[in-house]
């Protein structure tokens, strides 16, 4: 009896070595003594013998919380649940909290964290990763992108913007607050360099003005940058369905490798 119940503990170990958990995963983490959770997008073809690109998504303002799931019902998630998409990556999915943006340093802190912990866990390539956030997340997008100027691989960024509207100011980019940078979108496009970028912007968004997607364009123009620009006919903020839809968009991202 003990050799059967020892024969079938090992089968079930051998199981489940041959099929990890794969899926959207729940995790946490603590960062500055606060606890996180986050999720983490696992392809079913995941392995331990192969180094997977890891992509770092921001979701935008309606999506905050502390419930570590609101922020897969948009955008690149909301994707990857309708397979608009086959991706073989990593995704990594954080959520920012009520009454904070993705520019907050904390919330930085927390993103940057999960990214870290997903890439040792899942055997993520330091060399394949990629950034993307939409509306807010896409603030965040360009003001990591400008801080981790050799972190990042390629940006993706979806209606984001450097200036905030007037309404909405607490968007700034912190670049665009600091009094000794005469043109925050230059800055940010030298900072950011030769990483390749691909920007999408509705022609009509209500919330977020298509001109901060133009004047980076020109910006990144002005300093020889790689970039992509992609402007919506008709459509207001909700671009990120188009954006994250396009069939050029994941194979393009997935070939770019840090340039050492």
Same mark, same amino acid.
């Given at each position: ?16 070595? !041959? ?17 996180? !959770? %986050?999720? $983490? ?25 502390? @419930? ?12 990857? +649940? =309708? ?7 990593? $995704? ?17 802190? /927390? ?13 993520? @390539?330091?060399?394949?990763? %990629? ?36 309404? #909405? ?7 665009? =607050?600091?009094? =000794? ?8 496009? +030298? !900072?950011?360099?030769?990483?390749? $970028? ?13 001109? #901060?997607? !133009? ?8 300093? =020889? ?22 069939? @050029? ?5 997935? /070939? ?5």
């Amino acid at each position: 009896m003990l050799r059967v119940l020892t024969l079938i503990s090992l089968l079930s170990v051998a199981a489940f070595a !041959r099929n990890p958990e794969t899926g959207f995963l729940n995790r946490t983490l603590i960062s500055e003594g606060i606890t996180y !959770r %986050y999720q $983490v997008f696992v392809p079913a073809a995941w392995n331990n013998h192969t180094k997977w690109p890891v992509i770092l998504f921001l979701h935008g303002s309606g999506e905050r919380g502390d @419930d570590g799931l609101l922020q897969t019902d948009v955008g690149l998630p909301h994707a990857i +649940r =309708n397979h608009a998409q086959t991706l073989a990556a990593i $995704v990594v999915i954080p959520q920012c909290r009520n009454n904070k943006a993705w520019t907050d340093p904390e919330m930085e802190g /927390q993103a940057m964290a999960a990214l870290d912990k997903s890439t040792k866990e899942f055997h993520g @390539d330091t060399d394949r990763v %990629y950034l993307t956030g939409l509306s807010m997340g896409g603030y965040g997008a360009w003001d990591l992108a400008a801080k981790y100027p050799k972190r990042f691989a390629a940006l993706v960024v979806i209606c984001g913007g450097i200036h905030g509207p007037k309404e #909405e100011s607490w968007l700034n980019v912190p670049i665009a =607050n600091d009094p =000794n940078v005469a043109d925050p979108y230059l800055e940010t496009a +030298r !900072r950011i360099g030769r990483t390749p $970028v691909w920007i999408f912007h509705g022609a009509d968004d209500d919330t977020v003005p298509v001109e #901060e997607s !133009r004047k980076m364009v020109e910006a990144l123009k002005q300093t =020889n940058g790689n970039y992509k620009y992609t402007e919506y006919p008709g459509v207001q903020h909700v671009s990120w369905d188009k954006a994250y839809a396009e069939p @050029d968009l994941f194979p393009w991202m997935l /070939q770019q490798n840090l340039q050492h």
